[in-house]
């Protein structure tokens, strides 16, 4: 800048010197005119040059301005990208754990703490010892390693793949598998316990038809009990299979497309079981004053009324009694089932509705029990948004109550 304004100035020098040099024959007047001329095009040039600088400078100070609102734009979205990332590993059900290269803490998410029950500084605090084992294996290969281990009070298990991340850093994804365990180990005992309640029928099956084809031909007269026997073996084989088979339909939910009048359901389950009731001396009542509507699956809703009424028959002596009841209690729809009968223990109160559990094995199977009736009405009441709870003493009675969301009579039909 200070050299172009020095040679602007002698720019005017020069100029001056060509006065100097002007040919004769012209006057003072020309010469100072010409003088003048010479000296205002030098301060315009001047003043043109002060100007073309400042425009520069100008210039240079937008191309600053800019480069270093870019700076700031450039560190806002770091940020903000570092924000979203943090956001996203903390808000991850999995456990993330960074090692650097000397297997010390270089991140952990919220959810590792969560997990481990507190954030390591390095491998050495790395609890359960299978990890540490994995993690330091890891550090020194290429492949990744996954390790299932348990961590006690409260009793957990983790499922951890380390893998390595380059130069000796180790990457930890540590996950929650205690009720995806707890849910196979369900599973197991079920099939399980599927396989022997089908094998005890299929068995027996098996016994009274090798029996009649022998007495057949030796002692006619003795066929047609075991001939009874069969049937009733094949009907108990073909009541659990039918059971299970709803069973396994109602856990991936029921078709809630209808809207069903449960106190006229009551009724019609009521009525069918009428002379089953009246053979076995029970006195079998319904009560159900006015319309009580639930959106569901008829055919489900059915099945739960069905199983109660069953139960409370089946496990009340003669001259006994049966009531159902159907309310509609402020938004929500009350179905009870209360029975005179054997009643349950109270220490089994809370296992009546699992899968196969029975209070009285020999009761229930000379009933025609499968051990499925109740966890098939537990499982009717949760998919319709409601639910099951039961009272009962022994030698007393029982009483089941279902409780579901009513649907407004005045809205359409679903
Ligand atoms: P089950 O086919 O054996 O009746 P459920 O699942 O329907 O199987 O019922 C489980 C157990 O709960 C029954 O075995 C029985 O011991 C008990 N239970 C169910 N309902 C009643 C009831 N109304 N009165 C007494 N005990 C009952």
Do not use: C
């Not at 005992?189 to 094998?199: I, T």
């Not at 009350?334 to 009546?352: K, N, Y």
């Not at 009761?363 to 409601?386: D, F, K, M, P, Q």
């Amino acid at each position: 800048m200070l050299g172009r304004r020095v040679n602007a100035r002698r720019t005017t020098a020069e100029r001056v010197n060509v006065l100097r040099m002007l040919p004769n024959g012209m006057d003072a007047g020309s010469i100072t005119v010409v003088a003048l001329g010479l000296l205002a095009a030098g301060v315009i040039g001047t003043l043109l040059g002060v100007l073309g600088t400042r425009s520069r400078l100008a210039e240079a100070e937008q191309r600053a301005e800019a480069a270093s609102t870019e700076v700031a734009r450039r560190a806002a979205l770091e940020r903000e990208r570092r924000a979203v990332q943090d956001l996203i590993l903390d808000s991850m059900q999995e456990g993330v754990l960074l090692l650097d290269a000397v297997l010390e803490t270089a991140f952990a998410n919220a959810a590792l703490e969560r997990h481990l029950g507190s954030r390591p500084r390095s491998v050495t605090e790395l609890f359960p010892v299978a990890l540490r084992e994995a993690v330091r294996k890891v550090a020194t290969s290429t492949a990744p390693i996954t390790v299932e281990a348990e961590l006690s009070a409260p009793s957990r298990w983790l499922r951890i793949t380390a893998s390595p991340a380059g130069e000796g850093s180790v990457l930890m994804v540590v996950t929650d598998i205690t009720d995806a365990r707890r849910i196979e180990a369900v599973r197991r005992d079920f099939v399980a316990n599927a396989s022997h309640e089908l094998k005890t029928p299929a068995a027996s099956i098996q016994a009274a038809a090798e029996t009649l084809r022998s007495v057949v031909g030796e002692d006619p007269g003795a066929a047609p009990k075991f001939a009874v026997q069969l049937e009733r073996e094949a009907l108990r084989l073909s009541r659990i299979v039918a059971d299970l088979l709803d069973l396994s339909r109602l856990e991936s939910g029921s078709e809630l497309a209808d809207r069903v009048r449960l106190d006229a359901l009551a009724r019609e389950e009521v009525e069918r079981f009428a002379d089953q009731a009246r053979e076995a001396g029970i006195s079998l009542s319904v009560s159900a004053s006015e319309p009580a509507i639930v959106g569901g699956s008829a055919r489900d809703l059915s099945l739960l009324i069905r199983n109660l009424i069953d139960n409370a028959v089946r496990y009340t002596p003669p001259d006994g009694t049966v009531a159902v009841r159907v309310s509609t209690e402020g938004a929500d729809v009350q179905l009870e089932v209360q029975d005179s009968g054997v009643g349950i223990p109270t220490r089994d109160l809370p296992r009546v509705f699992e899968r196969f559990y029975r209070v009285d094995r020999a009761r229930s199977r000379e009933t025609g029990g499968t051990g499925l009736g109740l966890a098939i009405v537990r499982h009717v009441a949760e998919n319709h948004g409601g639910s099951v709870t039961v009272t009962s003493e022994v030698g007393a009675g029982s009483t089941f109550t279902v409780l579901m969301p009513t649907t407004d009579p005045g809205s359409p039909p679903g």
